[in-house]
């Protein structure tokens, strides 16, 4: 498809296990964001890939969050040891440009809402 | 500190009503970009706008206007002619100069109604 692909679209889990989040972004798309998003907020910001290069990991809330993309396409977000606090829809973003020359035209793809019981 | 605030949780308005949606932000910066997205029912973030700290022009696309006010630190959004396609989560959202991490508004939910 021409836009930002996210599976699954609903997740849900017990307390403890792990999750894998998937995103396809746009076809030669450089930039990567993940967001979390809790009911009712706005996006948080996780994570930034360029290509390949994880070059911001600041947003991650814990060294249970763990992304990657390994060939500079395809990204996942993994979540191990799920708490309840980690329910959330997790949003996925691409852009064309580097972060250097930002332009805010975010593509965003509709989510992966996770919901950890 | 950085910080959007968007004050009105909700909003309902009858179709072909005017609607404006308030944005007040913070930020000590000279350089910064302020945004608009919409997020429709079906989840994904829609850009809208983006404007930057030095060009306080007001911008209209259509329906949509934008008024960004330097003086009270606000950047709204009017909906002209409201429709019931208009319905969704408006988020703004603020970053700085080179500095790809937006901070987001809590987002108004804009309710038309037919």
């Known amino acids: 498809g021409a836009g930002v692909s996210q599976s699954p679209r609903y997740k849900v889990a017990k307390r403890g296990q792990d999750v894998a989040l998937r995103c396809d972004p746009i076809?030669?798309?450089?930039?990567l964001f993940w967001y979390q998003q809790a009911l009712g907020q706005g996006p948080e910001f996780l994570t930034y890939f360029q290509n390949e290069a994880q070059l911001d990991k600041s947003g991650l809330p814990s060294d249970r969050f763990f992304a990657e993309r390994p060939e500079g396409s395809v990204s996942t977000l993994k979540i191990q040891r799920t708490q309840q606090e980690d329910s959330a829809v997790y949003l996925c973003?691409?852009?064309?440009?580097?972060?250097?020359?930002?332009?805010?035209?975010?593509?965003f793809g509709e989510g992966s809402r996770l919901t950890v019981l | 500190a950085q910080k959007v605030t968007q004050a009105q949780t909700e909003i309902s308005v009858v179709e072909k009503e005017d609607v404006t949606l308030d944005c007040v932000y913070e930020t000590r910066d000279t350089t910064y970009y302020l945004f608009w997205y919409k997020q429709p029912p079906s989840g994904e973030l829609v850009f809208l706008i983006r404007r930057n700290s030095f060009d306080e022009q007001n911008e209209i696309s259509g329906r949509y206007s934008w008024n960004f006010q330097k003086s009270t630190s606000s950047f709204n959004f009017t909906i002209t002619a409201s429709q019931v396609v208009d319905s969704a989560v408006y988020f703004c959202?603020?970053?700085?100069?080179?500095?790809?991490?937006?901070?987001w508004g809590a987002g108004t939910k804009l309710i038309i109604k037919p």
């Open positions: 959202a603020l970053s700085m100069d080179s500095n790809y991490q937006l901070i």
């Open positions: 076809s030669g798309h450089v930039s």
């Open positions: 973003a691409s852009s064309p440009g580097l972060a250097g020359d930002y332009t805010g035209e975010l593509f």
